[in-house]
């Protein structure tokens, strides 16, 4: 069989997708990169926002109009609006977040045990080769109620994979020759909560790290509230990467409170100290939303303050988007679209100059670098773009393609371009 497989939104539906086409390949099918060409399209919809959920319901109509056989909906918006996703022409089938796992099993009649003894092998999916780094699902939804939040609602309560069929997905991906593998989950500083006993992040990355052929190891986003400065201790393993990405959403204590977020930008300012003290080159990043409804000219400087006093590697900056169901939909004072925009652009400009200030002290250094793009120009040789542990994204020129391989680089000066550095091959 050939299959079409497409997803938007996060790295859990990247990798979730990855893990669908990992099956069907370990069992001889074909995924191809042209819906027109397949017997059968997935798309793994996402709902975050109102662009996102036009988006999911573009990608459906595309995998049908260019004649996919079959057209399965799948992930959050498909989930929080399955009529409307049935209703969309040619879409035959919707399958919830939580029978996702069920779908390859259904279509190829397998049951879970005969799926779970498959020897598989992680690739990228067609026409994806930049995804050099192999994304993990360990764990899925969210007990928290941030208020802007359709995540909760799409994804259910937390529930963790094991540490078994976390290390099982991971050497699939060595297996398939991925150098880094991200933890990715909903929340996933939750991990092993669920569990009776219950265990901690601390425990899924100590088992990890145990005794595999794991390259380098990255964590997606951490809550800070779920964050245990115990963890800091596995960073003596060269192997996790030096960069953690610490969601902020608001710098002030009302906006915090009233976005249902239980932490307050003290605690926070602690946590990034303590993180500092055992990890000295970190790269920090993080997100914020610009335009929270009732979010007061003061708070939004505020928020812009605290940014540059945590001095930020980087950061992703949302623009409030209104989501039916949640709570913040209900809250008076939306703001001006125009405003909120107004507000975005501001914020990125403090993101921008903190992360040229710290690739700024990495010039003149040696870095590791893994190559995630390599392109041939026209004097033959290679251009590459890639990313060191901690997470600044180098350039550099080279004879020899050298895409997924990691090298050692002199950083010689900043690219302003892409907000990253330039730098020259060391010798092997
Ligand atoms: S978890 Fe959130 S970002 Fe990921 S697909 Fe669902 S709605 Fe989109």
New binding site residues.
């Given amino acids: 069989m050939k299959l079409f497989l497409d997803t938007i939104?996060?790295r859990?539906?990247q990798s979730e997708i990855e893990s669908i086409a990992n099956t069907f390949r370990a069992l001889g099918h074909q995924v191809v990169g042209d819906p027109a060409e397949a017997d059968l399209a997935i798309i793994n919809t996402?709902?975050?926002t109102v662009k996102?959920a036009a988006d999911s319901r573009k990608r459906l109509r595309h995998a049908v109009r260019a004649g996919a056989g079959k057209v399965i909906a799948t992930?959050?918006w498909a989930t929080l609006y399955p009529d409307e996703a049935l209703a969309l022409e040619g879409v035959s089938e919707v399958y919830l977040n939580d029978q996702k796992d069920e779908i390859a099993g259904d279509i190829l009649g397998l049951r879970a045990e005969e799926i779970a003894a498959l020897s598989l092998i992680r690739e990228p999916l067609p026409g994806d080769r930049a995804r050099t780094r192999a994304f993990i699902k360990v764990q899925e939804g969210c007990d928290n109620h941030c208020t802007y939040c359709?995540?909760r609602l799409?994804?259910g309560k937390s529930q963790s994979r094991t540490v078994a069929e976390v290390r099982r997905d991971i050497t699939a991906a060595s297996a398939g020759g991925a150098k880094e593998v991200v933890l990715t989950g909903?929340e996933l500083g939750a991990w092993g909560g669920d569990f009776e006993p219950s265990l901690t992040l601390y425990d899924l990355i100590a088992g990890v790290l145990e005794d595999s052929d794991l390259g380098r190891l990255r964590l997606s986003s951490i809550e800070p509230w779920d964050f245990e400065p115990r963890i800091l201790e596995l960073w003596q393993d060269e192997r996790l990467c030096h960069h953690l990405h610490i969601p902020l959403q608001a710098g002030n204590d009302h906006l915090l409170h009233v976005m249902g977020r239980p932490i307050t930008t003290a605690g926070y300012a602690d946590l990034i100290e303590k993180i500092r003290v055992a990890i000295p080159d970190v790269a920090l990043t993080t997100d914020v939303i610009a335009g929270f409804p009732g979010e007061t000219v003061e708070e939004f400087e505020a928020t812009k303050a605290f940014i540059q006093q945590m001095d930020f590697a980087g950061g992703h900056v949302f623009t409030y988007s209104p989501r039916p169901g949640t709570a913040a939909y209900k809250m008076k004072g939306r703001l001006e679209p125009s405003l909120a925009k107004e507000r975005n652009a501001s914020l990125r400009q403090v993101f921008h100059a903190l992360g040229e200030a710290y690739s700024a002290c990495f010039n003149g250094t040696e870095v590791s670098v893994l190559w995630e793009s390599s392109e041939q120009v026209k004097d033959g040789t290679w251009r590459l773009s890639g990313l060191t542990s901690n997470y600044l994204r180098v350039t550099a020129k080279s004879d020899l393609d050298r895409w997924n391989k990691i090298s050692e680089v002199k950083i010689t000066g900043l690219d302003l371009k892409r907000n990253g550095l330039k730098g020259e091959l060391l010798p092997v």
Avoid: K
Wanted: hydrophobic share 45%.
């Fill in positions: 939104g996060c859990l539906n996402c709902a975050v996102a992930g959050c359709l995540t799409a994804r909903v």
